[in-house]
């Protein structure tokens, strides 16, 4: 079977439309950052109390919200977790700000809470399943922490992508998985998503998927551009995408498919997670089409107009 | 090309068996628990609680000045110096100690008990009024604060031993932050657990030079309004229970914190939970000549954790063993009580910074969930694989399979713990690895669609597709080691299961899948067709 054997799609043609369409999104969500949800962080980066609770049926909800208030937290949030598919609603989160906790000891939220549960609700019709705890200085650190990895990692792949190929291929790559990280927090942002700890991790995930499917590209650039150097920069690149097209769909569609799975079906505790992979794979395989192939024609373009050489290094030669 | 192909075949068979047995070990009860055993999964995963916390290292430093301000009053009274006032005077610079009210005279003496090889931790300063400033030399200072946290790791894991955790970790954290990484699988009461390692336990007796009085006030107004540079005011219920009184006390205690040999819980005479401990031999020495200079005359006070429990008159000399009631001990706090103390004194408070409870029943339900989900995902993959594919399909799951294989082996045989964001580095590792194989039958479709024989496109295909394999490789695992080096917990257990898993594929995406097409077409006629 076969899906493509040769398209011929002038990619570079339409790269007006991508433009669009990435700023739209990457707008959206850097206003939504900026003047709506904000970066809705967890409790892990932004220190506080969560506790998890699974009652034996539905609760209600307002009388759980009196049930808290009258406990003397005024300032928790409380979200209920939406059944997975054919199940009962019956799961609360109960989340404070580091404020209402850190009054007096670390853990006082928790008890706080843990008290007006069992004022209201007789302790066999509740049962609480996950506790974090997270003070102001480990969330701060921690979060700290992630951006420097990410920034440090980045940096590295840049680097060595300056030595495979050329600076501005590690350039564009680092653009396209910028601009990918930046439309899924955004799109985390949107839908007030919480992220957490693991949603860095699909972060991560998605960055080193966009990353591979980027080079996968660049990799057919490199080794057209060096067979023909006639050619221009367009054509080369346009044939190039063509040419990687059929394998950027299996691939890409099959990943998306386990991930997708993992969002429909994996629970809960992955659906920050699996949404930020199902964005991502979208996103990053996208991207490596719209936005890091058009940056290399734009670079060409924009070192003509400055009456250097029209031509594109051509990378370093693929050693076969 | 194909050659040596039972050899290759050979070694990558003997890979696989080395592999296997790095999860499953000897096959013993079902395959299920044979895994469970070797792969070790993280809290979030199997439930338990997850502690971080903050080793108040500058109290260890304060501490032992502390110490040392009461050794060098003792060493300057035995050279003569009478009158002199040894102290910490600035609250805010705690590793420094003053000396003032020396005659200037007396200069050379003093000069010669600082002298002593005892203070050589302290840069000492002289000035012209005849007053002295040690400070505590950066490096002693380190000293002390690496040895607070080490101290505090033993105690900690000490005390979680005794209270019979199966497989706790305790263990430094972060990148010289003073702090410490608790893990409990399987406890679900963080609240107990929490108390019993942040209770720093410095028990200490101290001898009684005033009180009770109702309040610091009326302390201070009982000494016309001055403490007495050597005497301390401290609160506690003391014997009678009830409301908090304040004594003053000596600063310097009598007995301190790691001069207790032993504690047991115990009843008094009237059948109430007290704690019965036990002095080292020296302590005991000492104690025995304060009880018996004393007895009658003075009353002691037992401190735990800068709190008055206890005081009590002194009626006798006593040796080396006593007892702590009347703190409206019960059964359990007795118990936890003695346990600290049996384990000794933290060297420095702690401070919580973070605490993680994941019921064990969410740990299940989340793996169950998520392991289903990615099982039924990579089916569906494989199964697209082979509708494909057709024949190339089988050598792409056989790669996939193989690479789970090989970094299961890895997980067993290095102990590393698999969390949940490690199952993102492992579905990052088989997006890629599904990658790779697509990567390389597109390109021995595209050499076929060239006019190639079977044989030369395999052969062509490889070769060019190794290329744009390596680049994503490489690049991601220089990325994966970066995060490994510069993330903490759930960003290198990603970084881990990546790194590994693209090594893997390396092997298993390149290499074994080469081997089973050589196998494939070493079978046929030349010039026969692939299926592909």
């Not at chain 1, 691939?251 to 991502?280: M, P, Q």
């Not at chain 1, 490596?288 to 594109?312: C, E, F, H, N």
């Not at chain 2, 995963?45 to 260890?60: I, N, S, T």
Request: glycine share 10%; hydrophobic share 45%.
């Amino acid at each position: 079977m076969e899906l493509f054997r040769t398209t011929n799609i002038d990619w570079l043609g339409k790269k007006w439309y991508f433009l669009g369409f990435s700023l739209i999104f990457s707008v959206a969500g850097v206003l939504s950052m900026a003047f709506w949800h904000g970066v809705p962080r967890g409790v892990d980066f932004k220190g506080g109390t969560l506790v998890y609770v699974k009652f034996d049926s539905t609760p209600n909800e307002d009388h759980l919200r009196q049930a808290i208030d009258a406990g003397g937290i005024h300032d928790a949030s409380i979200q209920r977790i939406s059944g997975a598919l054919g199940q009962v609603a019956n799961e609360e989160v109960i989340s404070l700000p580091e404020s209402s906790a850190a009054d007096t000891s670390h853990d006082a939220g928790r008890e706080r809470v843990l008290a007006a549960l069992n004022n209201n609700y007789h302790d066999s019709h509740f049962e609480v399943q996950q506790v974090e705890i997270v003070g102001p200085t480990a969330g701060k650190q921690l979060q700290k922490q992630a951006w420097l990895a990410t920034i440090y990692s980045l940096i590295g792949m840049l680097v060595y992508l300056w030595f495979r190929f050329e600076l501005i291929y590690g350039v564009a790559a680092v653009v396209a998985v910028f601009h990918d990280t930046l439309i899924t927090v955004g799109a985390f942002s949107l839908t007030n998503q919480e992220i957490t700890l693991t949603v860095i991790a699909a972060i991560l995930t998605l960055i080193g998927y966009s990353m591979n499917d980027t080079i996968v590209v660049f990799d057919r650039i490199r080794e057209n551009l060096a067979l023909s150097r006639r050619e221009s920069l367009t054509d080369v690149v346009n044939r190039s995408i063509n040419q990687t097209l059929s394998r950027t769909v299996i691939a890409s569609g099959l990943t998306f498919l386990t991930v997708l799975s993992l969002y429909l079906f994996g629970g809960e505790v992955l659906h920050g997670f699996s949404f930020a992979l199902v964005v991502g794979i979208l996103i990053g395989t996208y991207s490596s089409i719209a936005v890091a192939a058009p940056m290399l024609v734009a670079y060409q373009d924009w070192r003509a107009s400055k009456g250097k050489a029209a031509t594109l290094p051509a990378g370093k030669r693929a050693k076969s | 090309m194909g050659k040596n192909l039972a050899g290759k075949t050979a070694s990558i068979i003997a890979i696989l068996v080395v592999a296997c047995f790095g999860f499953v070990g000897i096959p013993h009860g079902s395959l299920k628990e044979s895994i469970r055993r070797n792969i070790h999964l993280g809290l979030d995963l199997k439930g338990g609680v997850h502690l971080v916390l903050q080793v108040k290292v500058a109290e260890a430093v304060s501490g032992q000045t502390d110490n040392d301000v009461a050794r060098l009053e003792a060493d300057l009274e035995k050279a003569g110096i009478v009158g002199a006032s040894v102290g910490k005077l600035d609250p805010t610079h705690l590793d420094t100690i003053t000396i003032s009210g020396t005659p200037l005279a007396k200069s050379s003496d003093v000069r010669s008990v600082l002298a002593d090889n005892s203070y050589a931790t302290y840069a000492v300063a002289s000035n012209p009024d005849g007053s002295w400033k040690l400070t505590m030399k950066p490096s002693a200072v380190k000293d002390i604060e690496a040895r607070a946290l080490e101290t505090s790791i033993e105690t900690i894991s000490e005390r979680i031993n005794k209270l019979g955790v199966s497989e706790p970790t305790v263990q430094q954290y972060g990148l010289g932050a003073n702090e410490i990484l608790i893990e409990l699988p399987d406890v679900s009461d963080p609240a107990r657990v929490q108390d019993i390692i942040q209770s720093t336990a410095r028990l200490e007796i101290h001898q009684v030079a005033g009180g009770p009085y109702a309040s610091d006030q009326d302390a201070l107004q009982a000494n016309s309004g001055v403490i007495p540079p050597d005497s301390v005011l401290m609160k506690g219920s003391g014997t009678t229970g009830g409301a908090d009184q304040v004594w003053l006390l000596k600063r310097v205690s009598v007995v301190s914190g790691n001069d207790f040999r032993d504690a047991q819980p115990s009843t008094d005479e009237n059948g109430r939970p007290d704690i019965t401990f036990t002095l080292t031999t020296a302590a005991g020495n000492t104690f025995y000549k304060y009880t018996d200079a004393n007895k009658g005359t003075g009353s002691m006070a037992i401190v735990l954790d800068n709190r008055v429990r206890e005081v009590a008159g002194i009626q006798g000399a006593i040796r080396d063993t006593g007892r702590i009631s009347g703190g409206g001990f019960t059964q359990q706090s007795a118990a936890d009580l003695s346990l600290m103390l049996r384990t000794g004194a933290l060297p420095a408070s702690l401070e919580f910074l973070e605490t993680r409870t994941v019921g064990a029943s969410l740990g299940a339900a989340s793996i169950r969930q998520g392991v289903e989900a990615a099982i039924g995902g990579m089916l569906l993959v494989m199964v697209a694989l082979l509708i494909y594919y057709r024949g190339a399909g089988v050598n792409a799951i056989l790669a996939l399979i193989l690479n789970l294989i090989l970094l299961l082996g890895f997980m067993g045989y290095s102990g590393s713990v698999l969390t949940l964001p490690g199952i993102a580095g492992v579905i990052l590792t088989i997006g890629m690895g599904v990658d790779s194989n697509v990567l390389i039958f597109e390109r021995i479709r595209e050499e076929m669609r060239l006019g190639k024989t079977a044989a030369s496109a395999v052969q062509s295909g490889f070769a060019h597709a190794w290329i744009t394999i390596i680049d994503t490789h490489v690049t991601t695992i220089v990325s994966a080691m970066i995060l490994f080096l510069f993330g903490t917990g759930p960003v290198r257990g990603f970084a881990v299961t990546l790194a590994v898993g693209l090594l893997a594929n390396l092997f298993t995406a390149v290499f074994v899948s080469r081997v089973i097409f050589d196998a494939v077409l070493a079978k046929k006629e030349r010039g026969a067709a692939l299926s592909i």
